[in-house]
């Protein structure tokens, strides 16, 4: 327990007062994160994930400029947010020991970005917002870039604007090849 409260920053000492179990406060952790996910994506104003046209009409409309403002909170709060980092580094050192922790850290940063940004851009190749053929394949090439960025800087403070100037080169370079805008 003591290394659970070392990762997420709290004594061990609270942990024992209020959990009976690992399990329940890695759950209790996980559940936080899915709120914080949550309030982040309100606080955003990135569309409900439920609704693809609606997603795929705002993204639509949306400048590259206005994308890469929206991009770049979204990469902070994964990268700087205390909570947020400290839950992703924690995924990412223990999945190696626990396979339940794996299938966390694997359904929360591989799985489930991957399986919605493929449903949106599906739904953005049909109305013709994006040309492209493999909306997996879009998802990958837009999200593995953006997820490498987020583990190279992750013990970099200081290189904050690098990995802002690499995170843009990375959403031009994704906009200009699939919607075509040559910028």
């Known amino acids: 327990m003591k290394n659970i409260a070392d990762k997420v920053g709290i004594k061990d000492s609270s942990l024992y007062k209020h959990f009976s179990s690992k399990k329940e406060i890695f759950d209790t952790i996980v559940q936080e994160m899915s709120v914080r996910m949550e309030e982040m994506s309100r606080a955003f104003g990135l569309p409900d994930e439920k609704n693809l046209a609606e997603a795929a009409m705002l993204y639509g409309r949306i400048t590259i400029d206005q994308?890469?403002?929206?991009?770049r909170q979204i990469f902070l709060f994964y990268l700087k947010d205390e909570f947020a980092s400290r839950f992703r580094r924690m995924?990412?050192?223990e999945q190696y020991r626990n396979r339940e922790i794996y299938e966390v850290y694997r359904g929360i940063f591989m799985n489930a970005a991957i399986t919605y940004q493929t449903a949106l851009f599906g739904e953005?190749?049909?109305?013709g917002i994006f040309n492209g053929h493999d909306p997996e394949a879009m998802a990958?090439?837009?999200?593995?870039?953006?997820?490498?960025?987020?583990?190279?800087?992750?013990?970099e403070p200081q290189k904050e604007?690098?990995?802002?100037?690499?995170l843009e080169?990375?959403?031009?370079?994704f906009a200009r090849i699939y919607q075509g805008t040559g910028k």
């Open 169 to 173: 080169r990375q959403i031009r370079e």
């Open 140 to 155: 990958v090439n837009f999200y593995a870039p953006i997820f490498f960025l987020l583990n190279k800087y992750d013990q």
């Open 124 to 127: 953005m190749i049909q109305r």
């Open 161 to 166: 604007a690098e990995a802002l100037q690499a």
């Open 91 to 93: 995924l990412a050192i």
């Open 67 to 71: 994308l890469l403002g929206l991009s």
